[in-house]
């Protein structure tokens, strides 16, 4: 490690601890002046206001050499912005809620990551899935269910190590010899809830325990409903399986539907208090109702490779998430430009131009000398 990376791990670490995340002005502070002049001015004090009121009650806890020993103890590293490892895109959503000023925004400093698994590439198909840590038997074998089959169709699964629908989902993921990434709101060494301590040992073998808290952190309501943005932002999409009408779960569905992720939510008895928060989401039309592995693939899979085959299919089925909001912004006539469909879509001009080429390849799109435009072949499909 050159003198240059490892100044950059010790400022990342560092700033990790100084600041309870999120933190908005130390976020913007670094990314004006860079991690280590930032780590610097912020151990002196030299800090604008916002800066200093995040900051001045820990900015001489300066632990980073210890932090990265303790870590490094345990199997595990600091994951930082700089490195290939990093999930930019999954992180991309957070920086733009940020940016509208939605509280659920914030990409992190860096991460504690622990186990030998490449993050970036673990969470290039993920799902997230999340529930009631007191669910009922039902919950807990539709979680199981769920996490063993997604495993098992090379999908990788998010969830928060909690008791309930989270553990059972880990495990299900793991008996299916898949990968699953557990996100916890406590630091990547502290074994919470103490009754999956045996649970947090197996899941970095096969997959990775993340955090954005340093070594030794010890968990708090607070840092669950902050930790619950990364939930949502890992995951292609998030399945709540159960949820009460006030919970964590729904409070990582919100955040799920503001960084225009795919909700889903499976339906249960309508006598059962775990389900009635389901029951919230899909009665406001803010999630889809699923009920097998199959539909919460079609839902966050590729267009057109992860379809249900349900009876007789005749084509490829409407797009869903960023794909249906650039379908819909297509023109009818004439084409349009990517810059174009980026506008009247909202999507990211480089997640437009990725995804115009697979809607051609199944059939819902062409393009035409002016730019891109529905395929006549399937216009009216799926645009009731």
Same mark, same amino acid.
């Given at each position: ?93 957070l920086s ?5 000023? &939605? ?9 504690? =990551? ?12 993920? =799902? ?18 769920? +996490? ?38 406590? +630091? ?24 954005e808290y ?10 669950? &409903? ?13 399945? =709540? ?21 795919? &909700? ?61 909001? =650039?379908?819909?912004?297509? +023109? ?31 059939g819902l ?20």
């Amino acid at each position: 490690m050159s003198g240059g990376e490892r100044a950059l791990r010790l400022a990342r670490a560092y700033l990790s601890r100084v600041a309870e995340p999120p933190a908005p002005a130390l976020a913007s502070f670094v990314a004006e002046l860079g991690p280590v002049r930032a780590a610097e001015l912020v151990r002196r004090g030299e800090v604008p206001p916002a800066v200093d009121s995040q900051t001045s009650a820990r900015r001489a806890e300066d632990r980073a050499e210890d932090d990265l020993r303790r870590v490094a103890r345990i199997g595990g590293r600091l994951v930082v912005p700089e490195d290939e490892e990093w999930p930019a895109w999954p992180f991309t959503a957070l920086s733009v809620a940020a940016s509208h000023g &939605l509280r659920c925004g914030l990409a992190p400093l860096a991460l504690w =990551v622990r186990g030998d698994a490449d993050l970036a590439g673990l969470v290039e198909r993920a =799902v997230a899935v999340v529930g009631s840590r007191a669910a009922s038997g039902y919950g807990q074998h539709v979680a199981a269910e769920f +996490g063993f089959g997604l495993a098992e169709a090379g999908v990788t699964v998010v969830s928060g190590a909690a008791n309930g629908i989270d553990g059972a989902a880990h495990r299900g993921a793991l008996a299916a010899g898949g990968r699953t990434i557990a996100v916890l709101a406590c +630091g990547v060494d502290v074994a919470y809830p103490a009754g999956h301590q045996a649970l947090l040992e197996r899941i970095p073998r096969q997959g990775l325990v993340v955090s954005e808290y340093p070594p030794g952190h010890t968990p708090a309501r607070h840092r669950f &409903l902050t930790r619950n943005r990364l939930i949502a932002a890992l995951g292609d999409g998030t399945v =709540v399986v159960e949820a009460g009408r006030r919970s964590g779960a729904k409070n990582t569905a919100a955040t799920t539907a503001a960084l225009g992720r795919v &909700l889903m939510a499976v339906p249960g008895p309508i006598t059962s208090a775990s389900s009635q928060g389901c029951h919230e989401l899909l009665r406001s039309g803010e999630a889809v109702a699923v009920g097998s592995v199959a539909e919460v693939i079609e839902s966050t899979g590729r267009l057109g490779d992860d379809l249900v085959r349900a009876g007789r299919c005749d084509g490829p089925g409407p797009p869903q998430g960023d794909a249906m909001r =650039v379908h819909e912004a297509l +023109g009818l006539a004439g084409g349009r430009s990517a810059e174009a469909i980026a506008v009247e879509s909202g999507v990211e001009l480089a997640r437009v131009r990725a995804l115009l080429p697979e809607l051609e390849l199944v059939g819902l799109a062409e393009r035409d000398a002016a730019g891109w435009k529905r395929s006549q072949r399937t216009t009216g499909r799926g645009d009731a």
